[in-house]
C-alpha cells in the first residue's frame, strides 16, 4: 500500500483574506427538526480549481484499477467513494450496523452519501494534501424562525434556486474566521441581475421560506407580485393552485350562458354576473401576451398553465392535462373544452397577474330529468 496514515485528513480550510468571496453552491442539506439549512459551497479560486480537477482526474484513473478495499469503515476515516461511474473523497461517518454499508460526506461536495462497502477503497496519501473543497457556510439572516416542516417541504425548491450556480458573497463575519469552529456567513448576490434586489439570494430564500408557510392565498398572490428574483418568481408559479371556479349556493338562482352541452350529464356553462370580469381578463392578456413567445416547450414540466392563442378569440387561459412527446393537451379554464398543442402552436407559461381570477367554465349536469 502507498502511505496510509491512520488518522488522515485534508488541510484545515485556508479562506481568502478578502471579505468577498466568489462562490459556486454545491449541496444544501437539511436535517430533521434542524432549525435551518446547511449550505455547501466551493471558493472559486482558479488555483484550487485546477487542483481539483487534476485531483479528480489522478483518482478516477487510480481508482478503477484499484482492488484496496476499505479495511475498516469507521466515523473519520477518510476513502474513496464509487458512485455511478466516478470516484470521489469521502469522509464516513458511520456504519449502517446489520448491513455492509457505510454513510459519509463527500468532502468536495458536501452531500451526503450512503454506499456500499465494495464502493469503498483505501484512500492514498497523495490524495489527502488538497485541503476539503466545499466549505459550509450560513447565510445571513432569519432562516431559522421557520418551523422545520416549512424547511423540509422548501428543500428542493431551495437546491432548485442556488446548486450548479454561481454567486458573489460578501463575508460577514471575515474578522471572526480565524476562530476554530467558526462557519462563514455570507450575504451571496447574482451578480447576472441589474437590480440589487433581484439578485438577493438571501432574499429570495426568505421569500420562498414565507411563501410556503402562508395559507391564504389573497397573501400568497401578493407576495407574487412582490418577487423581483425571476428564478424565484417561476419556481412560485408552479406553487399556485389552479384558479378555484365558484358558482352560487344550493339554492339560489344565477343567469348562465352554455358554452358546451354534450348530454344533459355533462355540459359547461358561465355565470352571466362575472362577463365583465373575464372581458376585462381578455382585453388584459391579449395587451399583455400579444407579440410576446417565452420560449415555453412541450418538455418543460415545471409549466402546468399556459395562455394560449386561440386566433381571432384571443389569448386564453389553460391548465395542461397530458404532455406526449409531439403535444400537450390542455382544458380551457373560462370557456371549456380541450385543444392539442402541437410544437408549433403559440403558447406562453401563464403569468401569474392572470391567476386572482376564478376559473368561469363551470361543469355541470342537469337536475330533475324525467325520462
Not at 85 to 99: D, T
Not at 124 to 131: C, D, E, H, M, T
Not at 172 to 181: D, F, I, K, S, W
Not at 212 to 230: D, F, G, H, I, Y
Request: one cysteine or more; proline letters at 5%.
Amino acid at each position: 500500500h502507498e502511505d496510509d496514515p491512520k488518522n488522515q485528513s485534508p488541510p484545515p480550510d485556508q479562506f481568502p483574506p478578502e471579505a468577498t468571496w466568489n462562490v459556486s453552491v454545491t449541496s444544501v442539506l437539511h436535517e430533521e427538526a434542524a432549525p435551518g439549512y446547511s449550505f455547501y459551497v466551493q471558493l472559486l479560486q482558479e488555483q484550487n480549481r485546477a487542483k481539483l480537477c487534476q485531483m479528480n482526474k489522478d483518482l478516477n484513473s487510480w481508482a478503477s484499477f484499484s482492488t484496496d478495499l476499505v479495511r475498516e469503515a469507521v466515523a473519520g476515516k477518510l476513502a474513496a467513494v464509487r458512485l455511478g461511474m466516478l470516484w470521489y473523497r469521502v469522509k464516513l461517518l458511520q456504519k449502517v450496523v446489520g448491513e455492509s454499508q457505510a454513510t459519509g460526506r463527500l468532502v468536495d461536495k458536501g452531500d451526503l452519501v450512503t454506499c456500499s462497502e465494495e464502493d469503498l477503497r483505501e484512500l492514498p496519501a497523495r490524495f489527502v494534501s488538497l485541503p476539503a473543497q466545499a466549505v459550509c457556510v450560513q447565510l445571513a439572516g432569519l432562516l431559522g424562525v421557520f418551523k422545520a416542516g416549512v424547511l423540509a417541504s422548501c428543500l428542493g425548491r431551495v437546491r432548485e434556486l442556488l446548486i450548479g450556480k454561481k454567486f458573489s458573497a460578501v463575508v460577514e463575519n471575515r474578522a471572526c474566521l480565524g476562530v476554530p469552529g467558526t462557519v462563514p456567513v455570507l450575504s451571496m448576490t447574482d451578480t447576472g441581475m441589474v437590480d440589487r434586489e433581484e439578485g438577493n439570494i438571501n432574499l429570495a430564500i426568505m421569500q420562498l421560506l414565507r411563501f410556503a408557510s402562508v395559507q391564504s392565498m389573497t397573501e400568497k398572490w401578493n407576495m407574487l407580485r412582490s418577487v423581483r428574483n425571476p428564478a424565484l418568481s417561476e419556481i412560485l408559479r408552479r406553487l399556485v393552485p389552479p384558479p378555484s371556479a365558484t358558482a352560487p349556493g344550493v339554492g339560489e338562482q344565477f343567469v348562465v350562458q352554455v358554452l358546451s352541452a354534450g348530454s344533459p350529464e355533462n355540459f359547461v356553462v358561465q355565470d352571466v354576473s362575472t362577463i365583465e370580469d373575464l372581458d376585462r381578463l381578455k382585453r388584459d392578456m391579449d395587451k399583455f401576451y400579444t407579440g410576446r413567445q417565452e420560449g415555453w416547450s412541450l418538455q418543460n414540466d415545471s409549466v402546468k398553465f399556459l395562455a394560449v392563442d386561440c386566433g381571432s378569440l384571443g389569448w386564453r387561459r389553460a391548465v395542461i392535462e397530458e404532455v406526449k412527446s409531439e403535444t400537450t393537451g390542455v382544458r380551457f379554464l373560462d370557456y371549456g373544452g380541450r385543444k392539442v398543442l402541437d410544437k408549433g402552436h403559440l403558447a406562453s407559461p401563464l403569468d401569474t397577474q392572470f391567476m386572482k381570477l376564478p376559473c368561469q367554465a363551470l361543469s355541470g349536469r342537469l337536475g330533475r330529468v324525467v325520462g
